[in-house]
Each structure stands twice: as C-alpha cells, then as structure tokens.
C-alpha cells in the first residue's frame, strides 16, 4: 500500500461548501474583516501566534496564504456564510508535511458568530476533504 498527499487539491484552489457555509479563497477585501478576527482578545486568547497590529498586516498575511498554497505548505479557506460574502471566520490546513503525511488544522471565527455550530460544521467539512 502506498501513501501520498494528493498534490492535484494545488492545482487550482478548491471552493468549498457544506450547509450553511462557504469556503473560499482570501480576497484582498477580506484584510479588514480578518484583522478583526486577529486582533480580537476573545478569539486570541489561546492562540500561539501574535495579534495583527493593523490591517496592512493582515493584508500581508493573505498574501502569505496565497503563497502557502502556491508552494503546496498550506491550504486556508475564508468562511461566509452561503449568501454573503463577508468573512466571518478561516479555516485550514498549515505545516504540511508530504513525507510523514501530516498537517495542522487551525481556525478562528468572529465572536458574533460563535455558539451557532459554524465551527463544528466547518471542521466535519475539512475532515471530509482531507481524507
């Protein structure tokens, strides 16, 4: 039996959607809702990454994203929900590893959106694309 990553998911970027959500690639336009995410205490909390100072910074780190996902080290999807475009969360995979087949999931959603099931809904949706 042979294990391999399948490197065609970075051909070109999967939209993704599941009952209530969309998951789609980061837009430029997406920097201001994301650094209210980043810069949130509530959603940083327990997060092992630094708060985004600004929204430059947060422009900057899609720009990051989309180049993860170029080099096959990642895939992170913003969150809408089904209706409207606007960012209300991310959700992805990070550290890739191709040679012992493993990766991290990370995620955050805006507070406002929190206790509705968003998050339980998105990560059965990337568990579903992953395996």
């Known amino acids: ?10 051909e070109s970027f999967p939209k993704l959607e599941s009952e209530r ?7 430029e ?4 809702d994301y650094f209210a995410i980043r810069s949130n205490s509530k959603v940083m909390e327990f997060m092992d990454s630094p708060y985004h100072k600004s929204p430059e910074e947060s422009s900057t780190k899609i720009v990051e994203i989309h180049k ?3 080099n096959q080290k990642g895939i992170n999807w913003a969150i809408s929900e ?21 990766t991290e999931i990370g995620y955050a959603l805006k507070p406002d959106f929190w206790g509705k099931g968003y998050m339980k809904e998105s990560l059965s949706r990337m568990l579903d ?3």
Do not use: W
């Not at 959500?21 to 837009?27: A, D, K, M």
């Not at 336009?29 to 201001?32: L, T, Y």
């Open 21 to 27: 959500l969309v998951f789609r690639n980061f837009e």
């Open 1 to 10: 039996m042979s294990l391999e990553i399948d490197n065609r998911i970075f």
């Open 129 to 131: 694309f992953a395996f």
């Open 68 to 70: 993860d996902f170029e």
């Open 29 to 32: 336009r997406d920097a201001a």
């Open 82 to 102: 089904k209706g409207n475009n606007t960012l209300i969360g991310y959700i992805g995979f990070f550290k890739v590893d191709a040679v012992h087949f493993r």
